[in-house]
């Protein structure tokens, strides 16, 4: 039979489903270590000794009994939260403390009071219809989703926005919803979005003065201010900026073989190809 190393000693620890997320952390810097150095101080190893014993079965046993009331109540409300919420996350943290035999703080069961009375059965019913609500209601979910596309640029609603992106089946809460669809930069974006367009598809246009070179990049190379270019598609992008003209166009240059997006408020109705400025007569 192998000999059992500090390496498989601290990887089981690891693994195990009821380390807190702090010793888990604490066991992995001792694994790093123990690979770094190939050895662990006697300080460390009597570490992983007092791991061992703190998440050994018989203990967890022990303590599963001692505090079963408080188990109990945690693992009601952690089935009542919204799974990858912060308040999810937060009471899992305390299944594992207490199956641990840690005692709670003061301030640890203040919060879990006040989770508690947000997710009661009034709470838990809100939150049903809300999901019935943006279940049956597309353009909730186009919304959110436009948002999110927007927010996937600024790194802001990190794990809403990844949620929303990565899986089709994800409902937000309706305080996630709120925050980031109902802001006044999100606001700005969706009228951008949903406002008529100012130029079609076929019509031609040219950029306007102080486009910024980075917009009029095209290929390997920028365009002239004076290019002339058709419009090809109308909301073509995501938006990335919550200023005023950001719907997104697709424009295909006179000439070129490739298109570019641009925002509107950078382009403007180009002039006939040909037509040329009418000088104004000298009165007589």
């Known amino acids: 039979m192998p000999r059992l190393t500090y390496r498989d000693r601290l990887e089981t620890l690891i693994a195990n489903p009821a380390i807190s997320a702090r010793d888990r952390s604490f066991a992995t810097s001792l694994l790093s270590y123990y690979e770094r150095k190939g050895r662990l101080s006697a300080g460390r190893v009597k570490w992983v000794a007092t791991l061992e014993e703190r998440y050994s079965a018989e203990n967890l046993a022990m303590a599963a009994a001692k505090n079963q009331g408080m188990l109990s109540r945690l693992t009601c409300l952690h089935e009542r939260t919204e799974p990858s919420s912060w308040a999810n996350g937060f009471v899992e943290s305390l299944v594992n403390q207490v199956s ?14 006040k989770i508690e009375a947000e997710h009661d059965d009034a709470a838990v019913s809100e939150r049903q219809k809300w ?3 943006y279940k049956n209601d597309p353009k909730l979910r186009q919304d959110a989703l436009i948002a999110a596309r927007y927010y996937k640029t600024t790194g802001y609603f990190g794990s809403t926005v990844h949620n929303l992106l990565s899986d089709d089946a ?26 008529e367009a100012k130029y079609q598809t076929g019509q031609l246009v040219a950029f306007r003065a102080g486009t910024p070179t980075a917009n009029r990049r095209c290929g390997g190379g920028y365009l002239h201010m004076n290019t002339t270019m058709m419009v090809v598609g109308v909301n073509a992008g995501d938006i990335t900026s919550a200023a005023r003209g950001s719907k997104v166009y697709k424009v295909l240059p006179v000439g ?7 925002e509107e408020r950078w382009i403007m109705k180009a002039r006939k190809l040909g037509a040329k400025k009418k000088v104004a007569e000298n009165p007589s």
């Open 170 to 195: 994800f409902v937000p809460t309706y305080g996630q919803y709120n925050k980031m669809v109902k802001n006044k930069y999100a606001q700005k974006v969706l009228l951008a979005h949903y406002a």
């Open 100 to 113: 641990a035999d840690r005692r709670l703080s003061e301030r640890q069961l203040q919060t879990l009071k």
């Open 256 to 262: 070129k073989a490739e298109t570019l997006l641009v």
């Open 131 to 133: 999901v019935e609500t």
